[in-house]
């Protein structure tokens, strides 16, 4: 879908809109501390009861918890956002061809946006705890068609403004989540009523904290470039900047499948204490993962310029992003492996 729509994003909103939705992009990988370790924490915990006897209500009971958090979160972000969202327009981009107005609607729509994937992780953490990766991947493939194929034909037949294209997302996002819930909560084993328990957060808290600290530690590393560039350059400069970034990051979507595959089989595993059979999975894993992962990255980094050219047909765009293609997709390399 990336392929497909982000050339065609930039033909109806231009370099500065991509440049927000760079911007975008960012915001959405640094708001995601806020999570606190929350979507990795229901996946394990899932994962975990699903291999105990007599643990259904326990399962449900901690995402009713772990659920109450969440949308707390969520309001959260859209009262911030709600109150900033002027003073960010205002203060943190140069602009030669948006104004103000339509910068203060995007950011807004861009904090609605982001408040929507809290509970969309969480949900997607239960069907992966579940090991119903089938299931998760079909809702995702849906929805991901609709963020690509759907927002180009509404950009190309009602409105090719930016301010359209976060709306697109907004709505699409709403239904998402709607659509997860509904899965994640009847594919659980007890149907019956629960509450929020205080016994779950002092269950988890531990590993949620842990899992915050790899948050933090994993923004610095992948989103400090980008949070200091959006300020320092124009929109047009962060365009040619944002859409290396978007190819070199698109390399974790290789990994994603892999980690959400195996990752709750390591917890049984680990539950289990059947550590040899967990060691053979993890080199097995690593294998695959640097086969798939290497001969990409090898491509991108000594082609990243006729990559750019053949993927937008803009000379401008090749010209002006591959020498930063190739560094992102290196480090982006490093950090699959």
């Not at 879908?1 to 992009?25: C, D, K, N």
């Not at 590393?221 to 698109?250: H, M, P, R, T």
Request: hydrophobic share 50%.
């Amino acid at each position: 879908m990336l392929i497909i729509s982000v050339p065609l994003y930039i033909h109806f909103i231009g370099i500065e809109g991509y440049g927000l939705v760079g911007f975008y992009t960012t915001l959405a990988s640094t708001f995601a501390i806020l999570d606190m370790g929350l979507s990795p924490t229901i996946g394990r915990e899932i994962a975990r009861l699903s291999g105990c006897k007599n643990s259904s209500e326990e399962m449900k009971e901690t995402l009713s918890t772990l659920e109450l958090l969440c949308y707390v979160i969520m309001l959260a972000i859209v009262i911030f956002f709600v109150l900033f969202s002027h003073w960010i327009s205002v203060n943190w981009f140069t602009s030669d061809r948006l104004d103000n107005e339509i910068l203060e609607k995007s950011v807004l729509l861009m904090g609605l946006v982001i408040s929507f994937q809290f509970p969309m992780n969480i949900y997607s953490g239960v069907l992966n705890g579940l090991q119903l990766q089938t299931l998760f991947n079909v809702v995702f493939i849906i929805f991901s068609t609709l963020k690509g194929v759907g927002i180009v034909l509404v950009l190309w037949l009602l409105d090719s403004s930016i301010v359209t294209f976060f709306l697109s997302q907004l709505i699409i996002s709403i239904i998402h989540v709607i659509t997860l819930a509904f899965l994640a909560k009847k594919s659980l084993p007890y149907q019956g009523a629960t509450k929020f328990s205080k016994k779950v957060l002092f269950r988890v808290w531990k590993f949620s904290s842990g899992m915050t600290l790899i948050a933090v530690l994993s923004v610095v590393l992948s989103q400090i470039d980008k949070i200091f560039l959006s300020k320092l350059l124009s929109l047009e400069e962060f365009g040619y900047y944002s859409i290396a970034s978007v190819i070199a990051i698109n390399l974790l979507r290789l990994v994603y499948p892999i980690n959400s595959a195996v990752y709750p089989r390591f917890t049984q595993l680990i539950s289990n204490s059947k550590i040899k059979l967990l060691k053979t999975l993890y080199h097995q894993s690593c294998q695959l993962l640097s086969a798939i992962i290497l001969p990409v990255s090898a491509v991108l980094f000594f082609f990243s310029r006729d990559i750019l050219f053949m993927w937008t047909k803009d000379v401008d765009i090749s010209q002006n992003s591959y020498l930063t293609l190739s560094i992102l997709v290196l480090g982006t390399c490093i950090s699959c492996l």
